[in-house]
């Protein structure tokens, strides 16, 4: 089965620091996909980013940016000088390849930026 | 997005009632699903759809049903509301099942 583990529940940074939240899956499947999703203080949930399992390349995007390794089965995704619009929780998630593919998600984790 | 709307966006019922939610979307997206959201649980996948009529069961389908019989909607019922069922509510869709899901705003479920 697979399983999505999120083991910072929280996160307290001041603005401008750097932070990286961890995401670590398992899947018995060769193919699957990885998704980040945001959820601000408003509540919508806001899809960031997918990356399927044959693409290791690491992705920037503006001051998001996301560290995929299949070795240690891990999807981090890091904030570079975080701001306190980036105050929300953060959702890792995981699709495999086979049948109705559903998403499993981790339990997220909350980031708080302090001004 | 895929512009999606649920309803109602909050509600408060008493234990044993029927409710049902509406999830109502404009893109002809053939997935559509039914997550929970709860504190130290993340998201949970009740129920979800692959076409009309088509539906199966997630992670956390007891006390649940379903139906689909348009593509644009999806609903969910709780047949006997039970305060263990209060809890946020998303739905969402995709084009094909692998691609990002787009979520609606949720909705409020208050069971006492």
């Known amino acids: 089965a697979q399983k999505v583990t999120q083991a910072q529940t929280e996160i307290s940074v001041v603005e401008k620091e750097d932070v990286t939240l961890d995401c670590v899956y398992e899947?018995?499947?060769?193919?699957?996909?990885l998704f980040w999703y945001k959820q601000p203080p408003s509540g919508e949930l806001v899809f960031l980013i997918r990356?399927?399992?044959?693409?290791?390349q690491n992705e920037i995007s503006g001051r998001y940016s996301w560290n995929f390794q299949k070795s240690t089965s891990s999807f981090n995704f890091t904030i570079t000088a975080s701001q306190v619009v980036d105050s929300a929780v953060y959702f890792c998630?995981?699709?495999?390849?086979?049948?109705?593919?559903?998403?499993?998600f981790g339990k997220g984790t909350m980031l708080l930026v302090s001004p | 997005d895929a512009g999606i709307t649920q309803s109602p966006r909050h509600k408060v019922t008493e234990t044993g009632t029927p409710v049902t939610l509406r999830c109502h979307q404009t893109?002809?997206?053939?997935?559509m699903y039914w997550y929970r959201q709860d504190p130290g649980h993340g998201l949970r996948l009740i129920h979800y759809?692959?076409?009309?009529?088509?539906?199966d069961k997630g992670e956390v389908s007891d006390g649940y049903s379903v139906s689909r019989s348009k593509t644009e909607d999806f609903l969910l019922t709780l047949e006997s509301a039970t305060s263990s069922q209060t809890s946020v509510y998303f739905c969402?869709?995709?084009?094909?099942?692998?691609?990002?899901?787009?979520f609606g705003d949720g909705t409020r479920l208050s069971i006492l």
């Open positions: 998630a995981l699709s495999e390849n086979s049948g109705y593919s559903t998403l499993t």
């Open positions: 899947t018995r499947d060769t193919t699957y996909y």
């Open positions: 990356r399927n399992s044959f693409d290791e």
């Open positions: 893109e002809n997206h053939r997935y």
């Open positions: 759809s692959y076409g009309v009529k088509d539906t």
């Open positions: 969402a869709t995709n084009r094909d099942s692998n691609q990002p899901q787009h």
